[in-house]
């Protein structure tokens, strides 16, 4: 579900694009509404599955079992570690196309539809070739190390100002590709906390549930910056952050 989010957003930038120009912005609001319309008639298409419970749980033991994670240190972590790769991807996302548009001169019809296609091709490429290298048992922790300071010179190619256009789309792109890798990571680290008192499903519910909360946060944050070097320091951070979080397999559980 996490690495479906990237593509989404990408796929709304590039139907945004064609109504950058004019007045015709209330179309792509349109157009992104109807689209949602058609995703909301879908749903009563699913398939109906059973829930798999064998006895009525009382409205308490749903809500602690709903908050058991949180007794569980590492996967608080792993909640926080994969929480800072997704809010400084949404946060570039969010800032690179009218930062490109501004500092290169180029449309913001051009600079979005650049962000949305470097997003659909390097994320997925870094979730694919980390889950490669993750299924030969390299390090988690040492690749996500590799990751990190891949990301911080990505994010430093693509604010400097200094940097050319090519130079800023590579940096875009490569740190995409870190976004995938990154997310990729912490991912495959989820199997490896859950146990029978924790199933995977509510290790997975509760990690995304620090996603989301970054997702909500993130507007505000990288809105706020009017500045490039705020904006490579918060990837900075939020990297060092993500590295120094990611439980260690040996002592998870």
């Not at 990408?10 to 689209?35: C, K």
């Amino acid at each position: 579900m996490v690495n479906l989010c990237p593509t989404g957003f990408a796929l709304g930038l590039l139907l945004a694009a064609p109504f950058t120009q004019g007045e015709g912005w209330r179309d792509a609001v349109a157009l992104h509404g109807a689209f949602m319309l058609i995703c909301a008639v879908c749903a009563f298409a699913l398939p109906h599955v059973p829930a798999m419970v064998k006895h009525s749980a009382t409205a308490r033991e749903k809500l602690a079992a709903l908050f058991a994670g949180l007794r569980h240190p590492p996967v608080f972590l792993l909640g926080i570690a994969m929480a800072m790769p997704a809010m400084i991807s949404y946060g570039t996302s969010l800032a690179a196309p009218t930062y490109l548009a501004k500092v290169h001169g180029v449309s913001l019809a051009a600079s979005a539809s650049i962000v949305a296609i470097a997003k659909i091709v390097a994320v997925l490429l870094g979730g694919t070739v980390t889950g490669a290298l993750l299924s030969r048992e390299f390090p988690p922790r040492r690749l996500l190390a590799m990751v990190v300071v891949l990301g911080i010179v990505a994010q430093t190619l693509l604010f400097l100002p200094s940097s050319p256009l090519a130079l800023a789309i590579f940096g875009l792109m490569a740190w995409l590709f870190t976004y995938g890798a990154a997310t990729g990571v912490c991912m495959a680290t989820m199997p490896a906390l859950s146990n029978k008192d924790l199933g995977g499903g509510s290790v997975a519910g509760l990690v995304n549930q620090f996603v989301s909360l970054a997702s909500l946060l993130t507007p505000t944050i990288y809105f706020a910056l009017t500045h490039w070097t705020a904006y490579i320091a918060l990837a900075v951070v939020g990297l060092v952050v993500c590295l120094l979080a990611l439980p260690k397999l040996s002592t998870a559980v």
